[in-house]
């Protein structure tokens, strides 16, 4: 039946497909709940879905290189962690300087498991789930097991999550920098096209002679500073630095990515893609619970739209493959 469909053309819409279906159930929700389509609502929206586009754009460059990283979550938390003890320490700390140690911080901790999967030869979902437990365990040492509250940070700090630029939200703010970056990068460079190739065809990109290590440990460098930024920016935004900061959220950040269209097999996967899944998520978190859905029943509804989403791209694939192989045959 879903061929009939000619699911190689819906494929070439799917983003228009996801964004229709946010449009409707944004709708939906607006009549069941007149407050979600306000200002205000949709500002808290676009603030919450901000820290999770960011991760969600790393975490699709390393799904597309067939790769998986379960450590953003702890690196988040070191990240944060380390910040907040820094700013305690130095409340005269300049805010930019803050968001630069985060950013290092989670870079180092990429550095460490691309050179795992790049040179060592360690699986990803093995080398990241060993770094995970070890960055937690680091989180847990730096801060002697206590936390870092608001009183302890300076306001300047805590003041990244509220200030606004250009009259946009600052955590708003760079997540659009960032989708332009990766916008740019992935689908006009040259090192973007590397890296859907190293997906795609390990073998074909290997005789082709791209320095597959090469690219592997920019794109978990790039992940890991991905997670320090978004360490930061979760520690001002909730004013908090906690041993067990994003516990479990890599999971969220996967689901974003697999909604968006990526492929955990590798090879596939879109800017735009991505940016509507974290939406789709974002207004699933916000809107459920002001239609009164209860917690497990979010929970029971969020995975059941992402089965429902691995489905389809696991079809869409398949025909699309079978449609090459009956070409190369004639």
């Given amino acids: 039946m879903l061929q009939q469909l000619n699911l190689e053309k819906v494929s070439k819409f799917r983003e228009l497909g996801l964004l229709a279906f946010i449009i409707i159930l944004a709708l939906v929700i607006q009549l069941l709940n007149p407050a979600f389509l306000t200002i205000g609502n949709l500002r808290d929206l676009l603030t919450n879905t901000a820290i999770l586009s960011i991760l969600a754009l790393g975490m699709m460059l390393v799904l ?3 790769g998986i990283d379960l450590s953003i979550g702890a690196t988040l938390a070191l990240s944060g962690m380390i910040t907040a003890l820094t700013v305690s320490a130095f409340p005269g700390l300049h805010p930019i300087l803050a968001i630069l140690l985060g950013i290092v911080v989670g870079c180092v901790c990429g550095v460490i498991l691309g050179l795992l999967v790049s040179k060592v030869g ?3 979902i093995i080398a990241s789930l060993g770094l995970m437990n070890v960055f937690r365990g680091l989180t847990f040492w730096a801060s002697g097991g206590e936390w ?3 009183y302890q940070m300076p306001d300047s700090f805590k003041n ?3 200030s606004t630029i250009l009259g946009t939200n600052t955590l708003v703010f760079i997540a659009i920098l960032i989708f332009l970056f990766f916008y740019y990068f992935v689908n006009t460079t040259i090192t973007g ?3 859907y190739a190293i997906g795609s065809n390990p073998d074909s990109a290997r005789v082709s002679g791209i320095n597959q290590a090469k690219i ?3 794109v978990y460098m790039m992940m890991g500073g ?3 930024l978004a360490g930061v920016l979760w520690v001002s935004k ?3 630095a906690q041993g067990d900061t994003a516990t479990g959220y890599e999971l969220t950040v996967i689901a974003a990515c697999i909604l968006g269209g990526v492929s955990i097999a590798g090879g596939v996967g879109k800017v735009t893609g991505v940016l509507l899944g974290a939406m789709l998520l974002g207004v699933l978190s916000n809107g459920l619970p002001l239609i009164n859905v209860s917690p497990f029943w979010q929970m029971g509804i969020e995975g059941t739209i992402i089965l429902i989403a691995v489905l389809f791209n696991t079809n869409i694939r398949e025909f699309i493959e079978r449609n090459n192989r009956l070409r190369r045959e004639i």
């Fill in 226 to 228: 991905l997670s320090g």
């Fill in 216 to 218: 592997l440990m920019l």
């Fill in 238 to 240: 909730f004013a908090s």
């Fill in 193 to 195: 096209r590397q890296i």
């Fill in 148 to 150: 870092v509250s608001a």
């Fill in 64 to 66: 597309i290189t067939r």
């Fill in 160 to 162: 990244i999550a509220t």
């Fill in 122 to 124: 360690i699986l990803p």
